[in-house]
């Protein structure tokens, strides 16, 4: 008789991690429970909270990878054109992103002028760069390890990517600004809005699972690592 354990959960020894990457943990009350296999477009709900675990979406990396390759075109445009012009008492002026935070800084705001530039030009890089990366790497037959390092860090450029902080404070002061001057918006201003939205249409489209799939654990499982990384898995 073997010794098979009831229950699709493995044992492996004493305080070794379950090999089982279809455990997950509900985001919204804890519950582990075992993720089934979905359909396309199909989604999983927790039983305990009705929280959606998960939504398989249609050709996930594509989209994801048509999304970026338009954010980076508009992020490049929206960096090198004017955001902003303005003409009072016949003295014209125009900046773009990188030269309003140089504005800031060089008047005395130091603080401002680097939270400016590394919220709304910084960070977005990192987030369309690594995504690109990322997206590339797991594209490959066997997606290399990194993919997996590089996953794992890129909820963090999200968090710090306010591009559209920075557009409603610009709304906000031209309106304040419009009885004392002219304003002239610039190309950039529109490339930004634009840049928001297909932003928020990438990490949409962008399935998590689906790449943590695709990573290559085989070198992993030999250590028996394999269960532990992938329950570190942040949630995207
Ligand atoms: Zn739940």
């Not at 999983?44 to 398989?56: D, F, H, S, Y």
């Not at 594209?139 to 860090?153: D, I, K, S, T």
Request: glycine share 8%; aromatic share 6%; charged share 15%.
């Amino acid at each position: 008789m073997s010794p098979q354990v009831s229950g699709s959960v493995h044992t492996q020894g004493y305080n070794q991690p379950v090999g089982d990457a279809a455990l997950i943990a509900c985001q919204h009350c804890d519950l582990v429970q075992r993720l089934p296999r979905l359909e396309l477009g199909g989604s999983a709900r927790c039983p305990r909270c009705n929280k959606e675990l998960w939504r398989r979406r249609e050709d996930s990396l594509n989209r994801t990878l048509a999304l970026t390759l338009t954010a980076a075109v508009l992020y490049v445009i929206a960096n090198s054109v004017p955001m902003l012009g303005l003409t009072i008492v016949g003295r014209d002026a125009s900046t773009t992103v990188i030269g309003g935070a140089q504005h800031l800084w060089n008047n005395g705001q130091q603080l401002v002028g680097v939270l400016v530039l590394f919220t709304a030009v910084i960070a977005p890089a990192l987030q369309i760069g690594l995504m690109l990366a990322i997206v590339l790497g797991a594209m490959r037959e066997r997606a290399p390890r990194w993919v997996g390092a590089v996953l794992r860090h890129h909820p963090i450029t999200r968090i710090w990517s306010m591009i559209e902080v920075m557009m409603v404070g610009v709304l906000v002061a031209l309106v304040k600004i419009a009885d004392y001057a002219t304003v002239i918006p610039g190309i950039a201003l529109f490339v930004l809005w634009v840049l928001v939205f297909i932003l928020a249409g990438m990490q949409a489209s962008f399935d998590s699972r689906e790449v943590w799939e695709r990573i290559d654990w085989a070198e992993d499982s030999a250590r028996g690592g394999a269960a532990g990384e992938f329950m570190a898995e942040e949630p995207l």
